[in-house]
């Protein structure tokens, strides 16, 4: 059974930083695409930030590029994501995300179909 479990969420002002954590189970963690998104209040789910099974390949959203940097330890099942001068519209919910096995795929957002139950982040003006 998937199972993933955010940590490291929590309440910031404008200009901190956070550190995110997943921990996953139930999968060979190491094969698969894996992901970061956030759903901000009043407003749909969108992506973050995305890695290929090897970490060749990371991909951003536009809003998020040279502020936050997605990494995982494969061999202990671990995604992380550290987000560096951090915005208030950077509020939300944050949710880590298991996608395929396809590298090639892994920056569509369509091909993540687990989530974990999320972590919230807060960052005030």
């Known amino acids: 059974q998937v199972q993933l479990m955010e940590s490291g969420g929590g309440s910031v002002q404008a200009g901190g930083s956070l550190r995110l954590s997943c921990a996953a189970s139930?999968?060979?963690?190491?094969?698969?695409?894996m992901g970061w998104f956030r759903q901000a209040p009043g407003k749909e789910r969108e992506r973050v930030a995305t890695l290929s099974p090897g970490s060749a390949r990371a991909d951003y959203a536009d809003s998020v590029k040279g502020r936050f940097t997605i990494s995982r330890d494969n061999p202990r099942n671990t995604l992380y994501l550290q987000m560096n001068n951090l915005k208030p519209e950077d509020t939300g919910m944050y949710y880590c995300?298991?996608?395929?096995?396809?590298?090639?795929?892994?920056?569509?957002?369509?091909?993540?179909?687990?989530y974990g139950p999320g972590t919230q982040v807060t960052v005030s003006s």
């Open positions: 139930g999968y060979t963690y190491s094969t698969y695409c």
């Open positions: 995300a298991r996608g395929g096995t396809l590298w090639l795929a892994c920056s569509s957002g369509s091909a993540y179909n687990y």
